[in-house]
């Protein structure tokens, strides 16, 4: 089913009772669909848990490295301006921790723990460090950045 709306097209993206709107990059036509709940898989199932633990730790970084978060993804935000995507703290432990997993294929974002961290010396155990191993991008004063997690 196609719909094409020229000025509230985009305003209807999402989902509206049992239909789905989305527009399509290229032709700009915006299209709908019957919504079907998606069917539970293992790739579902391993994503969630590697979530559910990304928050656990992030919840339990101490005060500091936190406050070293929010500044470095503030800091991250004046240097990427314009560009469409806003950081936070929380997204910017998350991309941390999957560029972790890229360095360290070893690693098991479901189990790790802040004692896995400390105890094997992984580079990011102050935002400084992880910004000098290349897992986050640099931006201005990141050397501050020193707070341990």
Do not use: W
């Amino acid at each position: 089913m196609k719909v094409k709306l020229d000025l509230i097209g985009k305003a209807l993206i999402g989902r509206v009772g049992k239909l789905v709107f989305y527009l399509v990059p290229k032709s700009n036509v915006l299209m709908a669909r019957r919504y079907t709940k998606p069917r539970k898989n293992k790739t579902h199932k391993n994503l969630g848990q590697k979530s559910s633990n990304i928050s656990r730790l992030y919840h339990s970084v101490s005060s500091g490295y936190h406050d070293d978060l929010v500044y470095y993804a503030t800091q991250l935000n004046v240097k990427t301006v314009g560009e469409p995507c806003v950081y936070n703290s929380y997204n910017v432990f998350t991309k941390m921790m999957y560029s972790l997993k890229r360095l360290h294929p070893e690693i098991d974002l479901k189990t790790i723990t802040i004692q896995y961290i400390i105890d094997n010396s992984l580079p990011i155990t102050t935002i400084e460090q992880a910004v000098e191993n290349e897992i986050l991008p640099i931006v201005s004063n990141y050397e501050v950045l020193v707070h341990e997690i």
